[in-house]
T-cell receptor
Framework: AQTVTQSQPEMSVQEAETVTLSCTYD???????LFWYKQPPSRQMILVIR??????QNATENRFSVNFQKAAKSFSLKISDSQLGDAAMYFC????????????FGKGTLLTVNP | KAGVTQTPRYLIKTRGQQVTLSCSPI?????VSWYQQTPGQGLQFLFE???????NKGNFPGRFSGRQFSNSRSEMNVSTLELGDSALYLC????????????FGPGTRLTVT
């Protein structure tokens, strides 16, 4: 069974600083996707960034980037120039290629941004 | 385009009752997935519907069921409610089953007393 582990229940960062959230996963599949979702206090889950396992290049979306280490099964999220609006619960998630309707989530990391 | 909507947003039920939650996907989306979110277990996949058929089901008892209508709207039903069913129930939609991005609704907060 696939598992996703987020070892940091809580993290905090100063506004304008950089923070990295960790995620490891376990799978025997070769075709899979990895995601970071953000869930602000309003509860609406939003996709932050995704990574296809077959792509070696790390995904980047504006201030958000990932460090995808396939051999180590590691998928960390780096948030640069942190903003107050980045405060949220962040979930790392995994899906098997072609079955992206079924996400396996980690337990989440609560990110606090201090002004 | 309107986002995914879920109704009701909050619900309080008594143990033993049943409940029906509704999810309206984004227009044109045919796949609807349901998730249960609790502090202890986190986010867990319940089931997915595509073209009015349940295509995949997570590890939940038969008290959890659902359906999808021809307009892709979906409902989930929980019968004989237990205290442990208290959770945030999220639905997500995507255009197709292989699409990598799921769009989530705001959720229905169910409290069982």
């Amino acid at each position: 069974a696939q598992t996703v582990t987020q070892s940091q229940p809580e993290m905090s960062v100063q506004e304008a600083e950089t923070v990295t959230l960790s995620c490891t996963y376990d799978t025997s599949e070769s075709d899979y996707y990895l995601f970071w979702y953000k869930q602000p206090p309003s509860r609406q889950m939003i996709l932050v960034i995704r990574q296809e396992a077959y792509k070696q290049q790390n995904a980047t979306e504006n201030r958000f980037s990932v460090n995808f280490q396939k051999a180590a099964k590691s998928f960390s999220l780096k948030i640069s120039d942190s903003q107050l609006g980045d405060a949220a619960m962040y979930f790392c998630a995994y899906s098997i290629g072609g079955s992206n309707y079924k996400l396996t989530f980690g337990k989440g990391t609560l990110l606090t941004v201090n002004p | 385009k309107a986002g995914v909507t879920q109704t009701p947003r909050y619900l309080i039920k008594t143990r033993g009752q049943q409940v029906t939650l509704s999810c309206s996907p984004i227009s044109g989306h045919r796949s609807v997935s349901w998730y249960q979110q609790t502090p202890g277990q986190g986010l867990q996949f319940l089931f997915e519907y595509f073209s009015e058929t349940q295509r995949n089901k997570g590890n939940f008892p038969g008290r959890f069921s659902g359906r999808q209508f021809s307009n892709s709207r979906s409902e989930m039903n929980v019968s004989t409610l237990e205290l442990g069913d208290s959770a945030l129930y999220l639905c997500a939609s995507s255009p197709d089953r292989a699409d990598y991005e799921q769009y989530f609704g705001p959720g229905t907060r169910l409290t069982v007393t």
